[in-house]
């Protein structure tokens, strides 16, 4: 059964835009944390942005300026508008929510299946 569903991948040019959009199951209670992590061949999986409960954000300093992070906490998603995208944005991008079981006793996180972002000429 899918958890968290991706969208809005694809191929675009430097200095052009995507948005990213991922829907995490209603079944996933206390979700806290939600964010946006990439992995491009070859390299380590690393953190894009982040947000938390209250919608404070956070960024990878690589990215800062040109991404946007956003949810929408009634409809449990996560949005990442990507703008100014460059050669070296290219990779899988997984979605990821981390929630709160046992009454907070216990943390558990949820990965998104990944969705290529290409940026090429």
């Known amino acids: 059964q899918v958890q968290l569903v991706e969208s809005g991948g694809g191929l675009v040019q430097p200095e052009g835009s995507l948005s990213l959009s991922c829907a995490a199951s209603?079944?996933?209670?206390?979700?806290?944390?939600m964010g946006w992590y990439r992995q491009a061949p070859g390299k380590q999986r690393e953190l894009v942005a982040s947000?938390?409960?209250?919608?404070?954000?956070t960024y990878a300093d690589s990215v800062k300026g040109r991404f946007t992070i956003s949810r929408d906490n009634a409809k449990n998603t996560v949005h990442l508008q990507m703008n100014s995208l460059k050669p070296e944005d290219t990779a899988v991008y997984y979605c990821?929510?981390?929630?709160?079981?046992?009454?907070?006793?216990?943390?558990?996180?949820?990965w998104g299946q990944g969705t290529q972002v290409t940026v090429s000429s």
């Open positions: 990821y929510c981390n929630a709160l079981l046992d009454g907070g006793k216990s943390v558990t996180g949820y």
């Open positions: 209603k079944s996933i209670f206390s979700i806290r944390g």
């Open positions: 947000i938390n409960s209250d919608g404070r954000p």
